[in-house]
């Protein structure tokens, strides 16, 4: 998936404008980046369009994952996007879900499988085949 089919799939599934969509996907990328491993975070960015590289580079001394919750993860996006919580989780579901149709299957089940249960709602959208927007929180 190039880069402009991904920003417009994550705009679509949010309902708005291509700005706000670079935006939430940064947000959300740049988080998920945090909570995985260094090696984790690599194999996931080559898959993705090269500008998203960018969001999910690591920085120095970060190849241990931080250890934070589903909520943590929510009110990071949210900080970093500008967002109410409701907005970032549906946000986060919007840029999984394209997450998972711009990878391979075998690289998305990788980072399903590092986070815990609590993210189950965040992720589950994103297992669902056929699913092409996100519900609201």
Same mark, same amino acid.
């Given at each position: 998936?190039? &880069?402009?089919?991904?920003?417009?799939?994550?705009?679509?599934?949010?309902?708005?404008?291509?700005?706000?969509?670079?935006?939430?996907?940064?947000?959300?990328?740049?988080?998920?980046?945090?909570?995985?491993?260094?090696?984790?975070?690599?194999?996931?960015?080559?898959?993705?369009?090269?500008?998203?590289?960018?969001?999910?580079?690591?920085?120095?001394?970060?190849?241990?994952?931080?250890?934070?919750?589903?909520?943590?993860?929510?009110?990071?996006?949210?900080?970093?996007?500008?967002?109410?919580?409701?907005?970032?989780?549906?946000?986060?579901?919007?840029?999984?879900?394209?997450?998972?149709?711009?990878?391979?299957?075998?690289?998305?089940?990788?980072?399903?499988?590092?986070?815990?249960?609590? &993210?189950?709602?965040?992720?589950?959208?994103?297992?669902?085949?056929?699913?092409?927007?996100?519900?609201?929180?």
């Amino acid at each position: 998936m190039d &880069y402009d089919t991904f920003v417009d799939q994550v705009a679509r599934r949010v309902r708005t404008g291509p700005d706000r969509a670079v935006m939430v996907t940064h947000a959300t990328l740049a988080t998920l980046a945090e909570r995985l491993t260094g090696g984790d975070v690599l194999d996931l960015a080559t898959q993705l369009p090269v500008p998203l590289r960018l969001a999910l580079r690591p920085g120095p001394g970060t190849e241990a994952a931080e250890r934070f919750g589903a909520a943590e993860f929510v009110a990071r996006v949210a900080e970093r996007g500008d967002l109410t919580e409701p907005a970032a989780r549906e946000a986060v579901r919007a840029v999984l879900v394209t997450v998972r149709e711009a990878v391979s299957g075998g690289e998305f089940d990788d980072l399903v499988t590092r986070l815990p249960r609590d &993210y189950r709602d965040l992720v589950e959208p994103a297992l669902t085949p056929g699913v092409t927007v996100s519900r609201r929180a």
